[in-house]
């Protein structure tokens, strides 16, 4: 007699189902972070390559998460940050760290350096959803 298979549960992503919107002006990256997404079983939403078009999809597709990297055409994520809803969860991922200020107006955010594997990142969303 064989063993059981484990349950779909018990091996189901943390971020499963979730809609993660990925804030990243690189091609590349932002390619390798929806492969990551998609393959935990969450919905990629954008990738959005500047501050506008971050704060555009938070209106119009309303993620339940985003990973967000920090210096982008139109400026730094200052502002997307402040314009995040309270409760959605973020992670940074950049190769510069936070700005002073940003830092400052937003104590708990995550970072991350790049290069950090996808499902870091997503574990850590993973974790912080399971907090709300």
Known sequence: MSAAAPSALATASPVQGIRILIVEDEPFIAFDLMMAIEDAGAIAVGPAATVAEAIDFLHTERPDAAIADVHLPDGTIAAFLDA??????VVVHTGVGLPGDVRARHPDVPVYFKPTEPCILLAKLGEKLGER
């Open 84 to 89: 995040l809803p309270a409760g959605i969860p």
